[in-house]
Nanobody, 125 residues
């Protein structure tokens, strides 16, 4: 069983900062990549930023230069530093982990996606 738990959301004013954290625990064999996604009311879930276990990052255009994703492989934790926040950044932020699991002592053949429950980020104007 794998657990994905986000923290760090909240209410902040336009131009403010927040730092999100996501910890993955359980029967993990290896992590391929982790990422942050968000969903605003009435919108589809969209990717915000992703990072591989090797540190390669990718960002959606609207957050480039403002958000920074990082990973601590030893702690199975991914962070999202969000600066210069805008009201359009408001939404529920979800953490995703793409990983291989342990079934007994055997590593799964394929990678699987696991999601957290989401954390609310609200940016007021």
């Amino acid at each position: 069983q794998v657990h994905v738990v986000e923290s760090g959301g909240g209410l902040v004013q336009d131009g403010g900062s927040l730092r999100l954290s996501c910890v993955v625990s359980g029967s993990i064999a290896s992590i391929n990549a982790m990422g942050w996604y968000r969903q605003a009311p009435g919108n589809k879930r969209e990717v915000v930023a992703t990072i591989t276990s090797g540190g390669s990052t990718d960002y959606t255009d609207s957050v480039k230069g403002r958000f920074t994703i990082s990973i601590d492989n030893a702690k199975n934790t991914v962070y999202l530093q969000m600066d210069s926040l805008r009201p359009t950044d408001t939404g529920v932020y979800y953490c995703n982990a793409n990983l291989k699991i342990l079934v007994g002592a055997v590593t799964s053949r394929f990678y699987y996606d696991y999601w957290g429950q989401g954390t609310q980020v609200t940016v007021s104007s």
